[in-house]
Structures are given as C-alpha cells and as structure tokens.
C-alpha cells in the first residue's frame, strides 16, 4: 500500500508529486498516457499570469499570486525555461478603460506587485506594434512566459529522482474504499492507498464520480491557437492582453518562452477529447488579435492548436478534501490553472498533512536539475561540450539547432520520454518551422537505438499514433 | 583557429556541388564543402525516380545518378568536404560558424562564400488547414524520406493535397508500393507540377486529380481516419454543399516548398518577399559583397539542371570574387510587371555581362499565346511570344547587352501581355 496516489500527470499532478517528494511518504502518480504533461498543460497560452483577473477572495486569486512567485523560483531551481516579461491590458474606449481601472483595484487587493496604468505613449514606447487605438493600458511587471509542460516535466522528473513512483500508461477504471485507504482499479495492477488525490483535469468530474456524490459537471471550453515563426517572435515585447468583454477574455499576442509568437486563443464549447481546429475558431482568433496587434505575418504561422480547459458551473477551482475522508482532489482547474499548479500543490500538502499524513522531510533531497540547451551556449562553450561529448557535435533538429546529445540526455534522464513528440517536448527538437520533417525520422532512429524498441514501435505522440506502416519491397537502409 | 579558404559552399546538394567544381575549375585553389547530411547529393537522394539531366547530361538519371556524377567529379579535385557538419552562423565579414561531432566548433573564413541551403516543404500549420491532429501527416519529402531512405511505409490509403511534383511523385512512388492512393486535391484551377508528371504519376495510374479543390476537415484521434474534401470558389473559399469524405490514413502534403534562408537572414542579408530567397546579381552575388548564392536556396527550380547551370554562374563568380574581389559599376534593376510573380536576378551590373544576361522569372497564373516583354521607360525593348505559360513552370528569357544602352532611370520591366495586346 502507498501513502499517496494522485491521479493525473498534468502540472497539478506533477507539482503534486514533487512537492510531495521531499518527505519520506511512499508516492505514485497514475497517467493514463504514456508521458506527463500531455492534455490541458501542453494546450494552453503558457502564460505565468500575474493575478489581477480573478475575483478576489477566490482560490483562484490566492492561488494565482502565490503561484506567480513560486514559479519564479521553481525555474531557477529546475532549470526551466522562463521569462518574467511583464503583461499588458490594452483598452481601446472609455469602457475598457474603466474596465482597466477596475482590474487595477483587483490586482491590488490580491496582492500583485508593481501594477501601475500606462498612458498610450508609454504603451506605444514600450510596444511599438500595437494598434494605435489604445488609449491606456494596465501594466503587470509580474506576468511571465513558460513552457509549460516542461514545468510538469522538470517537477515530475525531480520527483521520480528522489523516489516517487510514475506508472504511465494507466488508466483509472474505479475506485473503492477499503478499511485502511482506497483501492483504485486500473487498466493494469490494482493501486492500493491511504490517500488518493483527483488531478484529473478535463476527467475530473469523472474521477470525483467514482466515490463522490455528483457536485460538478466539466463541460470543456475549447481554446484556438496560432503560432508563428520566430521572424515574428519580436512583434511584441510583453503579453497582450485585451479587456475581457461578452466575447470572452479576449484574444491575446505573446513572444513565447521559445522565441516564437503565440496568438489565441478563442473559447467556444467542446467535447472531451476534441482538439480540432476549425477555419471558423481560426478565423476568428485572426480578426481578434488584428484589435491589439495589427501587422500579424500569418505567412509565417508554423502551426495551429487547440486545448480544452475544465470548466465547470462552479466560477472557481474545487481544491480540498472531499465528502469522503482521505479522498482529495485539485478540480475545476482552468486559467489562471498553469500559474496556479505549483502554489496549489504546497496547500495540498498541508491538507493532506492535516488529514493525517504523517511527513517527515528527507535527508538527502535532491532537486538540483540542469538541462544543457546547446543553442543557448557561447562559442567557447560549445567547443568545450563538443570536445566532452562529440554528440552535442552533430545537429539533428535543424530549425531549432537541437542536438544528438541533447536527445540521448533527455533519454538518460529519471522520467524518458518514448515519442517523438516526448523528445519534443523536453528537447525542443521538431518545433521550429519545418516541424520536424526533417528530424523526426532521425530523432524517432535515436528513440529506437537508446531505448532498444524497433523504429516502427515509436510513435509520434499517445500510444496508438503511429507513422511506420510497414516495410517497403525492398527494405531499409542498409 | 581560422583557416582561410578561398571559396567555402554551404551545402553539399546539387547546387553546392556544382558551385565547387565550377568555383575549383575557375581558379579558386581551396575550396570547401560544408555538408549537414551524412552524404552528398541533398534532397537528390531521396529521388530515387529518373527524369534528371534531360537538360545538362541529355540522358535520364535518377536523383542519386545524378548527384553522383557531380561526386565523382570531386576525387581529383583537392575540393575538402565536411559531412555532418551543420553551419550556424554566417558573418558579413565571411567568417562561417560551424560544427561537427570530429572537429568540434569552428569558426572558417573564406575570401568568397556560396550559400547554397536549397528549400524547405510548407506544413499543415503554414496553411491552417483544419480538423483534428492525428498522426499520418506528412510532407511528401517526409514521406520520401521514410519510403526511399529509410525503408518504411508511412501509409496504406492515401490523399494528397497540393499538386506539386514531389506529391505526384509519391501518388506514383506509394501506388508501386502497394498502397491506394485516393486522389489528389489542388487548390488552383491548375497544376503546379510539370505536365510530364501529371501524365506518368497520376493518369497512368488512374488517380484522380481534383483541381479547385481543398482539404476542409481532417478527422481521427490516433491515426488520420477521414478527410473531407471541398471544391473551392474562384476566391479559393470553399463551397458549402460540395464536400466529399475520403476514408484514409494518410495525408500527404505537396503544397511548396520556401527557400531556407535562415543563415542569409541572419547575415543581414537583402531578401526578396517575393522568392523568399536573397536579391542577387547577374552573377548570383548577394547584397553582401563576395557571399552569393545558388539554387533553391535563390528561388525554387523545377528542374535541378537549371539548379546546377545557376550554380555554376555562383561557383565562376565566386573564384573570380576571391582573385580579384569587388565587382564595380552602375546597376540596373528588374522590375516585375503584368502578369510576372518575380525575376532572378532582380539586379544587374552591365560592366560585369559579357554577351547578354539570363533572366529566370514565373507568371502568376496559366496563360497562352502571350508575349513577354522588355521595356524599359515606356519604350519595349525586345520580346519573346510563348503559346502556353504556367506558374509551375519556370521561364528563361535571354536578353542582350547589346540594348543595355536603351535603358532609362535604371529600371527594366519584365511583362506578359495578350498577343493582341502587344507592342
């Protein structure tokens, strides 16, 4: 028997189970993909909010700060990539600008540092490609941009370092309560625990089902994006935001963390599962952006995606123990959710511990991590790993100037991905323009040589997305 | 640290390779070729079907032939030639920067360098086209690559969007293999491909080609399961009503390629919206003096011995740029004008054209009995009458010297006009 089961690898699960890392309690997180971070995390704007969107009082709110300030130093630890580059609302008419005004008064109340409103010659100074239409515009200096599933990566790998447990590819079918704990039915091996914790994002309600009375129903909200070429990374310095209105939140244009421009999303209802895009979503997230940033190159987009969000009737997260003792669950997470996880998962800790769960911190944690990102090395420090390791000498991902060395490393580590899109997402490998045509036969080469699994098993992304049909008459290279 | 070549070649492809050996044959004493991929011949070697070197060795070779012949010719060169090596960085000053697993990081200078990048495929993202993200997507190189390298099938039922010759290549290369290939959608009310492919790769095959047509919906949660086909309006939007679904698990992509000018970008230098590719000169120098450049890199070809017949003029100037340096004199720009997407050169320098200069340039739509003309201040100054012109089909015009003279305001326009309509 575990002491704690969580169930979901999004970031709150992987927050979760790093937090939960640091004491010596016997941890597994149940993924029912083969590799963490794969649904709402990887779909999202990978915006580190600042806080001044949501209600004060609300979890959300408390949440949202806190997280802003622990995500700052959960990066630096963790080698994640991060920049705090400070956000924008943008107000075009008196309303908004009233709208401006009140967002300043929220922020201020939960506790957002440095918020001050911006006359349109400072926005215009400090964005020269914004429409010249605004008026004014409220400056959060605390807002950042992430790669948001390397920060449930990082979290998750960190975790599984120092003896938590990860089993992928399982599926929770059921769950029971036993004498001592629970006992959770799986697509493999039963998992018997003391405690259980429902990170199970979109499934959540699902999950909550199985030993709760129904209290919540997620309906998912559905987000479209674009995102460009890094020739447009440098459109926009800060992420802008436009004024929440009937419309939605608005449409937002961002540099992301990876140096390209992220501009999105739309938000229209959606089932579980569906992460199509529509001509019309896309449209739309066109003719919105073109508000804030006029001169968008979409000759330039590189790709399209969307994410579903767990919206439910309840207007904030569902965060806490459940009506049965020693079931937990972190529900109901959407925006500001990403910014939110890692502050989240420290209160859940708490919660447990008041549930119970005895904790005792170990003696020999260890949560130094450090990614070498080739690209990002000077001339002299490339030379010198090319000389440690002639790996890092020869360039598989061409668009993004990744490295063999890179893969094997993140092949090597505690948490492996098995995809190419696993390589992806901890690499970088496959994203830049050309979007892996060129490398993603010779990174999915190196998945089936340092992992020992044939080539035509790797697949591009979740179990079952297989690219390799068969052989050709006359076979492979030889 | 710095070794000094005389001409060094980013990229060992068609264009690369011919560059060299012209650049060697025309004096240049070091010459290097600087080759990201395992072997020589880029994207060649992928082509493993013939109708190479028509042109250049009037016989039929397949893309590997081809790019042997040009190999071959290297051994007795002193040509040096690094493999795996990837340039990251080009300087203004001609400093390369580049590595490999074998020489680590270096820094190279050369008097002269030729860029010689060739092409990238668009993606699904370029276009938006819409519907679910499954697995089964590819580039048709991409799926070149896998079938004709690497020795995998990447499908069993197939769509293709885009008429390009490299998707009418793979209709026909997965056909042999034994997949069905279930049509091919074209957006324009033409094909971009060559006609000759068109009639071996799709026609002999009896594969549908749908002209006016696009993709509108691609379903499937693993693998692609279904795609929904639309005809399009003469605003290329597609018709509601019209739309047809194909059962598959494949979708190929032939939608254009874009000249990979990454490195020329961030040498600062000058591109041209149009091609995508650098403004060059008459002899294929960029705007930075002594870094000129070559094939699809330049502005895509259909043919890869008007690649190596370019390359050559790249790889001549260059070897004269590193013995003499800087060529000098006034300029004359090419303008496009009715009906012309782009011209290469876009810049000529008269005191360097010794009998005429060659202009390469493509119409922005299918026309016929037309007559391309040259003129110059209102005034046309030679022409040239074509009975069928086509955007997939790059055109060669030669214009003289000897009417450089009647040139006003430094400014020359390439149009195609009606026949009726000519001067």
Same mark, same amino acid.
């Given at each position: 028997?575990?002491?704690?089961? =969580? =169930?979901?690898?999004?970031?709150?699960?992987c927050?979760?189970?790093?937090?939960?890392?640091?004491?010596?309690?016997?941890? %597994?997180?149940? +993924?029912?993909?083969?590799?963490?971070?794969?649904?709402?995390?990887?779909?999202?704007?990978?915006? %580190?909010?600042?806080?001044?969107?949501?209600?004060?009082?609300?979890?959300?709110?408390?949440?949202n700060? &806190?997280?802003n300030?622990?995500?700052?130093?959960?990066?630096?630890?963790?080698d994640?990539?991060?920049?705090?580059?400070?956000?924008?609302?943008?107000?075009?008419?008196? &309303?908004q &600008?009233?709208?401006?005004? +009140?967002?300043?008064?929220?922020?201020?109340?939960?506790?957002?540092?440095?918020?001050r409103?911006?006359?349109?010659?400072?926005?215009?100074?400090?964005?020269?490609?914004?429409?010249?239409?605004?008026?004014?515009?409220?400056?959060?200096?605390?807002?950042?941009?992430?790669?948001?599933?390397?920060?449930?990566?990082?979290?998750?790998?960190?975790?599984?370092?120092?003896?938590?447990?990860?089993?992928?590819?399982? &599926?929770v079918t059921?769950?029971?309560?036993?004498?001592?704990?629970?006992?959770?039915?799986?697509?493999?091996?039963?998992?018997?625990?003391?405690?259980?914790?429902?990170?199970?994002?979109?499934?959540?309600?699902?999950?909550?089902?199985?030993?709760?009375?129904?209290?919540?129903?997620?309906?998912?909200?559905?987000?479209?994006?674009?995102?460009?070429?890094?020739?447009?990374?440098?459109?926009?310095?800060?992420?802008?935001?436009?004024?929440?209105?009937?419309?939605g939140?608005?449409?937002?244009?961002?540099?992301?963390?990876?140096?390209?421009?992220?501009?999105?999303?739309?938000?229209?209802?959606? +089932?579980?599962?569906?992460?199509?895009?529509?001509?019309?979503?896309?449209?739309?997230?066109?003719?919105?952006?073109?508000i804030?940033?006029?001169?968008?190159?979409?000759?330039?987009?590189?790709?399209?995606?969307?994410?579903?969000?767990?919206?439910?009737? =309840?207007?904030?997260? =569902?965060?806490?123990?459940?009506?049965?003792?020693?079931?937990?669950?972190?529900?109901?997470?959407?925006?500001?959710?990403?910014?939110?996880?890692?502050?989240?998962?420290?209160?859940?800790?708490?919660?447990?511990?008041?549930?119970?769960?005895?904790?005792?911190?170990?003696?020999?944690?260890?949560?130094?991590?450090?990614?070498?990102?080739?690209?990002?090395?000077?001339?002299?420090?490339?030379?010198?790993?090319?000389?440690?390791?002639p790996?890092?000498?020869?360039?598989?991902?061409?668009?993004?100037?990744?490295?063999?060395? +890179?893969?094997?490393?993140?092949?090597?580590?505690?948490?492996?991905?098995?995809?190419?899109?696993?390589?992806?997402?901890?690499?970088?490998?496959?994203?830049?323009?050309?979007?892996?045509?060129?490398?993603?036969?010779?990174?999915?080469?190196?998945?089936?040589?340092?992992?020992?699994?044939?080539?035509?098993?790797?697949?591009?992304?979740?179990?079952?997305?297989?690219?390799?049909?068969?052989?050709?008459?006359?076979?492979?290279?030889? | 640290?710095?070794?000094?070549?005389d001409?060094?070649?980013?990229?060992?492809?068609?264009?690369?390779?011919?560059?060299?050996?012209?650049?060697?044959?025309?004096? /240049?004493?070091?010459?290097?070729?600087? !080759?990201?991929?395992?072997?020589?011949?880029?994207?060649?070697?992928?082509?493993?079907?013939?109708?190479?070197?028509?042109?250049?060795?009037?016989?039929?070779?397949?893309?590997?032939?081809?790019?042997?012949?040009?190999?071959?010719?290297?051994?007795?060169?002193?040509?040096?030639?690094?493999?795996?090596?990837?340039?990251?960085?080009? @300087?203004?000053?001609?400093?390369?920067?580049?590595?490999?697993?074998?020489?680590?990081?270096?820094?190279?200078?050369?008097?002269?360098?030729?860029?010689?990048?060739?092409?990238?495929?668009? #993606?699904?993202?370029?276009?938006?086209?819409?519907?679910?993200?499954?697995?089964?997507?590819?580039?048709?190189?991409? /799926?070149?690559?896998?079938?004709?390298?690497?020795?995998?099938?990447?499908?069993?039922?197939?769509?293709?969007?885009?008429?390009?010759?490299?998707?009418?290549?793979?209709?026909?290369?997965?056909?042999?293999?034994?997949?069905?290939?279930?049509?091919?959608?074209?957006?324009?009310?033409?094909?971009?491909?060559?006609?000759r492919?068109?009639?071996?790769?799709?026609?002999?095959?009896?594969?549908?080609?749908?002209?006016?047509?696009?993709?509108?919906?691609?379903?499937?949660?693993?693998?692609?399961?279904?795609?929904?086909?639309?005809?399009?309006?003469?605003?290329?939007?597609?018709?509601?009503?019209?739309?047809?679904? $194909?059962?598959?698990? #494949?979708?190929?992509?032939?939608?254009?390629?874009?000249?990979?000018?990454?490195?020329?970008?961030?040498?600062?230098?000058?591109?041209?919206?149009?091609t995508?590719?650098?403004?060059?000169?008459?002899?294929?120098?960029?705007?930075?003096?002594?870094?000129?450049?070559?094939?699809?890199?330049?502005?895509?070809h259909?043919?890869?011995?008007?690649? #190596?017949?370019?390359?050559?003029?790249a790889?001549?100037?260059?070897?004269?740029? /590193?013995?003499?340096?800087?060529?000098?004199?006034?300029?004359?720009?090419?303008?496009?004008? @009715?009906?012309?997407?782009?011209?290469?050169?876009?810049?000529?320098?008269?005191?360097?054209?010794?009998? $005429?200069?060659?202009?390469?340039?493509?119409?922005?739509?299918?026309?016929?009995?037309?007559?391309?003309?040259v003129?110059?201040?209102?005034e046309?100054l030679?022409?040239?009458?074509? !009975?069928?012109?086509?955007?997939?089909?790059?055109?060669?015009?030669?214009?003289?010297?000897?009417?450089?003279?009647?040139?006003?305001?430094?400014?020359?326009?390439?149009?195609?006009?009606?026949?009726?309509?000519?001067?």
């Amino acid at each position: 028997m575990v002491d704690v089961a =969580i =169930i979901g690898g999004g970031v709150c699960g992987c927050s979760l189970l790093y937090e939960l890392s640091r004491y010596d309690v016997d941890v %597994v997180l149940l +993924e029912k993909e083969n590799d963490v971070s794969v649904g709402t995390t990887k779909a999202n704007s990978a915006i %580190v909010h600042a806080g001044y969107d949501p209600e004060p009082g609300t979890k959300m709110a408390r949440y949202n700060v &806190e997280g802003n300030a622990i995500i700052k130093e959960l990066c630096g630890k963790l080698d994640i990539p991060y920049k705090q580059i400070g956000s924008l609302v943008l107000a075009f008419d008196e &309303e908004q &600008e009233e709208l401006v005004k +009140e967002l300043f008064r929220r922020g201020t109340e939960n506790g957002v540092p440095g918020l001050r409103i911006l006359t349109a010659e400072e926005v215009f100074s400090m964005e020269p490609n914004v429409s010249r239409e605004v008026k004014s515009a409220l400056y959060a200096p605390s807002a950042g941009i992430i790669s948001p599933w390397e920060l449930a990566i990082a979290q998750a790998e960190t975790a599984v370092k120092n003896g938590a447990k990860m089993l992928l590819n399982t &599926e929770v079918t059921g769950i029971r309560k036993t004498d001592g704990g629970f006992s959770i039915e799986t697509n493999g091996e039963p998992i018997e625990a003391r405690y259980v914790v429902n990170a199970a994002g979109v499934n959540c309600d699902l999950i909550n089902d199985m030993l709760c009375p129904h209290t919540f129903t997620v309906t998912p909200g559905k987000g479209q994006y674009y995102l460009l070429d890094k020739s447009q990374g440098e459109l926009v310095n800060h992420v802008i935001f436009q004024c929440p209105s009937k419309l939605g939140k608005g449409v937002l244009v961002s540099p992301t963390v990876h140096g390209n421009l992220i501009v999105g999303p739309n938000a229209e209802p959606a +089932e579980r599962g569906d992460l199509g895009t529509t001509a019309e979503g896309m449209d739309f997230v066109k003719k919105m952006a073109a508000i804030s940033v006029p001169n968008i190159n979409y000759r330039d987009s590189i790709r399209n995606f969307s994410g579903l969000r767990a919206n439910t009737e =309840i207007d904030d997260f =569902i965060i806490g123990e459940t009506e049965v003792k020693g079931f937990f669950r972190i529900a109901g997470i959407k925006s500001p959710g990403l910014t939110s996880a890692p502050a989240i998962a420290r209160d859940m800790v708490k919660m447990l511990e008041a549930g119970g769960l005895s904790l005792t911190e170990k003696t020999d944690f260890d949560d130094s991590r450090k990614v070498l990102r080739f690209k990002h090395l000077s001339h002299a420090e490339r030379a010198e790993a090319i000389r440690k390791n002639p790996l890092y000498g020869k360039i598989i991902c061409r668009c993004e100037t990744i490295t063999e060395g +890179e893969i094997v490393d993140a092949l090597h580590r505690p948490l492996p991905p098995c995809s190419i899109d696993g390589v992806k997402r901890r690499c970088g490998s496959g994203m830049g323009r050309c979007q892996g045509g060129f490398c993603g036969p010779r990174v999915q080469e190196i998945i089936s040589r340092e992992l020992h699994v044939p080539q035509a098993s790797v697949m591009q992304d979740r179990e079952g997305m297989y690219i390799i049909t068969g052989e050709t008459k006359t076979g492979g290279r030889q | 640290m710095e070794t000094l070549y005389d001409v060094i070649v980013v990229g060992g492809g068609p264009a690369g390779l011919a560059a060299a050996l012209e650049a060697n044959k025309s004096g /240049a004493q070091k010459v290097l070729i600087l !080759e990201r991929n395992r072997e020589l011949g880029g994207i060649l070697n992928q082509c493993i079907h013939n109708g190479f070197g028509l042109h250049y060795f009037k016989e039929e070779l397949t893309g590997p032939e081809y790019a042997g012949r040009f190999i071959e010719q290297l051994k007795d060169t002193g040509i040096e030639v690094m493999l795996d090596t990837m340039v990251l960085e080009v @300087s203004p000053d001609k400093t390369v920067h580049a590595m490999n697993s074998q020489n680590g990081y270096m820094q190279l200078k050369g008097k002269a360098i030729v860029l010689n990048m060739g092409c990238r495929e668009r #993606t699904r993202g370029a276009i938006a086209i819409p519907g679910d993200r499954p697995a089964g997507i590819f580039t048709a190189g991409a /799926a070149q690559l896998y079938m004709n390298v690497e020795g995998y099938m990447v499908g069993k039922r197939v769509l293709i969007l885009g008429s390009g010759d490299i998707g009418l290549i793979m209709a026909r290369r997965m056909t042999l293999e034994g997949a069905k290939v279930l049509g091919c959608v074209e957006l324009m009310p033409y094909s971009n491909g060559l006609n000759r492919n068109i009639v071996q790769c799709l026609n002999d095959y009896d594969i549908p080609l749908y002209l006016s047509h696009t993709i509108t919906d691609i379903r499937g949660d693993k693998r692609v399961e279904q795609v929904v086909v639309s005809k399009v309006d003469e605003n290329r939007r597609p018709i509601p009503g019209t739309e047809m679904v $194909f059962d598959c698990d #494949t979708v190929l992509l032939s939608v254009g390629l874009i000249p990979e000018n990454e490195l020329s970008r961030q040498s600062g230098i000058e591109i041209d919206r149009r091609t995508n590719g650098p403004v060059v000169y008459e002899n294929m120098e960029t705007s930075i003096p002594g870094i000129f450049a070559s094939g699809n890199v330049v502005h895509v070809h259909d043919l890869v011995d008007f690649v #190596t017949a370019e390359s050559q003029r790249a790889g001549k100037a260059a070897a004269l740029y /590193a013995q003499n340096g800087e060529a000098q004199g006034d300029i004359f720009t090419l303008e496009n004008g @009715s009906c012309v997407n782009y011209t290469v050169p876009q810049k000529v320098r008269p005191s360097n054209v010794e009998k $005429f200069v060659e202009i390469f340039f493509r119409v922005n739509f299918v026309y016929s009995n037309v007559v391309i003309q040259v003129s110059s201040g209102g005034e046309v100054l030679c022409s040239f009458k074509r !009975e069928h012109m086509a955007p997939g089909e790059m055109e060669k015009i030669v214009f003289p010297k000897a009417l450089f003279s009647k040139i006003r305001d430094g400014k020359v326009t390439v149009s195609v006009v009606k026949e009726a309509d000519a001067k």
